[in-house]
């Protein structure tokens, strides 16, 4: 057993490397069917595709709107260009060789792989500082047992919440780092990357802001680590500002990194750069002036961008009445069902207690007691705000995993040497499994699965075929032209297809999503209107699709019920598709 601890603890390196191509492997196995049939099963994900052709094709570096949603117009999209670089850099390098479809084909299977590297050496490292040197294994083993965030860096999985969360373990990591000015320096790079992609972490970038502060508070000797990361994170914020920012966020908006955030992070690295120059030998006054220099960053926020104080998206009423309401990721956890809810709870509560136990076994080491609760931090606020959105429950998980390695290192050993023989034998079980999060996934095979109803097959088969290529196909055949459809088909039919479409679920544009959303619902003069008003040559629906169902429980009388029903007006004429078409298509006359 010595021999295998050293064994792990000398090559470490190389294992998160095995590890990885591991995975990697079991990716590329298990997904190959959706590589090969371009199974961009997310909205975001399409989207990505079509912004990176846009980029390829010459579109300006600075200007991110999609043309193709809404043209002439085009759709205001809040992303970053970081994350197009991989595929784009993938498809260049392989398109003069294999063609442009298998290049693409290859850039969806390995650029979701790219970030999960960095996630496996930031568990790593969060482990071996931490726990344990020779605990780090136990991390990965979890991590499979981690959907909602493992799911993320699976292949054709684009978008940019795999790199989100590699940012999010990458700053836990330099919070975790005994070496303070390198632990500083990592943890304002990776956050100030994290805000080049996107605002999702910026709960837990705050988190870590306050976690350096607090560490000098508590000890003058972390001034190396608190001027460290305040001179990486602002100039990191300010050199992404200058290289990413499209023309659009160069607006004080709220929802991406804007001036508004630049002059946020600006300002408070600046008063951290100023508060480790402080030589304050009371922890008191230190500590009234890091409070201080947050009552600061916060009055200037509410003063000077006061329209950023409520929800970021600014989105209006109509717009979350008729849209927002219904996405499923953006409720609280306890609107969702028992067996997903404890799913994606669970690893996270399991590392909250692992944090707490750890910390009582290393109170004596104030220094590593810092960090535990500092790193230990993040994944509580994570825990807080699955009750406002489950969209978090990614981010939840990979903050949980290390503290549930944590609980493994520490309890187990104590259960397995435990006189009481069904403690060593039921204990040391129980905790293995509920350590390594896979309690959940065990206990549902001793629960009957629930039959699905024919209607909700029907939802599901409408879901699957008309976002496959094969029921795309008769639609991409037809002349091109702007095509009238429901939401959340925008992306998709802009990326499979030579057609262009009103919108996607992208909040800036939320006149046209409430349109779509209205013209649906509404009755047949208003939907008339509402297609007339964008030119379109097509009105496309997926009876049964998910977004049906909220015209069929809410408008049982509008637009897309009297299409269903076949009451069809004499301004669309039908086009005709194969009679195994998931799709319903009818030409608008001039």
């Known amino acids: ?35 090969q049939y371009f199974a961009l099963g997310d909205t975001d994900d399409n989207l990505r595709m079509s912004q990176v052709r846009a980029l ?15 043209p002439p117009y085009g759709a205001n999209i809040h992303w970053s260009r970081l994350v197009d670089l991989p595929l784009a850099g993938i498809i260049l390098a392989l398109r003069p060789i294999v063609g442009g479809i298998t290049a693409e084909k290859t850039a969806i299977a390995i650029a979701p792989l790219l970030p999960l590297l960095v996630l496996l050496f930031s568990l790593a490292l969060i482990v071996r500082r931490l726990v344990d040197r020779h ?22 999985r684009i978008d940019h919440h795999g790199w989100q969360l590699a940012l999010l373990a990458l700053a836990v990591a330099g919070i975790a780092d005994p070496k303070r000015a390198r632990g500083g320096a990592i943890a304002g790079i990776a956050s100030a990357m994290s805000l080049w992609i996107g605002l999702e972490m910026i709960i837990y970038l705050a988190v870590t802001a306050g976690a350096m502060a607090l560490f000098w508070v508590a000890d003058l000797g972390e001034r190396r680590r608190l001027s460290s990361y305040a001179v990486t994170f602002g100039g990191g914020t300010a050199f992404g500002f200058l290289a990413f920012a499209s023309y659009a966020n160069r607006l004080p908006v709220c929802d991406a990194l804007s001036p508004v955030w630049l002059s946020d992070a600006l300002l408070g690295s600046a008063l951290l750069l100023g508060l480790s120059m402080v030589e304050a030998k009371d922890w008191k006054l230190r500590f009234v002036l ?46 969702h069902g028992w067996q997903t809810a404890s799913a994606v709870v669970a690893i996270p509560l399991t590392g909250l207690v692992g944090w707490g136990l750890l910390a009582w076994t290393k109170r004596s080491d104030p220094d590593l007691l810092r960090r535990i609760l500092a790193v230990a931090a993040p994944g509580l606020a994570a ?6 959105q489950t969209r978090t429950g990614p981010a939840a998980q990979v903050l949980g995993l290390a503290g549930a390695t944590a609980l493994l290192w520490v309890a187990v050993p104590k259960a397995w040497n435990a006189k009481n023989s069904v403690i060593r034998v039921l204990g040391t079980f129980l905790l293995i499994i509920i350590g390594l999060g896979a309690a959940i996934p065990s206990a549902s095979f001793f629960y009957p699965v629930k039959k699905k109803t024919a209607y909700e097959r029907s939802i599901d088969k409408a879901n699957r075929q008309c976002a496959s290529l094969w029921g795309m196909r008769p639609v991409a055949k037809q002349p091109k032209g702007m095509v009238f459809t ?21 909040h800036r544009n939320g006149d046209q999503i409430a349109d779509v959303m209205k013209a649906f619902r509404g009755g047949e003069p208003q939907a008339h209107a509402i297609v007339s008003k964008y030119r379109s040559d097509y009105v496309l629906i997926c009876p049964n699709m998910s977004t049906a169902t909220i015209f069929r ?13 076949g009451k069809v007006p004499s301004w669309l004429t039908p086009v005709a598709l194969p009679k195994d078409s998931p799709f319903l298509m009818w030409r608008v006359k001039p």
């Open 1 to 35: 057993m010595n021999r295998l601890l050293e064994f792990t603890d000398r090559y470490w390196k190389w294992i998160v490397v095995g590890v990885w191509l591991g995975l990697c492997g079991y990716f590329l196995i298990q997904r190959w069917t959706s590589i």
């Open 56 to 70: 390829l094709a010459g579109q300006n570096w600075f200007d991110l709107r999609q043309y193709r949603l809404n």
């Open 135 to 156: 605990a780090y294994p136990l991390v990965f083993v979890a991590l499979f047992f981690a959907g909602s965030a493992l799911n993320m860096y699976a292949p054709t």
């Open 290 to 335: 890091a409070l201080g220099a947050g009552i600061i960053v916060a009055a200037f926020h509410a003063l000077v961008w006061p329209h950023c104080l409520t929800r970021l998206e600014g989105i209006s009423p109509e717009v979350y009445q008729l849209w927002m309401s219904h996405v499923r990721e953006a409720r609280p956890l306890y609107r």
């Open 383 to 388: 825990i807080l705000l699955l009750l406002w």
């Open 486 to 506: 429901f939401v959340d088909l925008g992306p998709r039919l802009i990326t499979v297809t030579h057609h262009d479409t009103v919108t996607g679920p992208y």
């Open 553 to 565: 429980a809410e408008a049982k009388n509008g637009f897309y019920n009297q299409l269903v029903a």
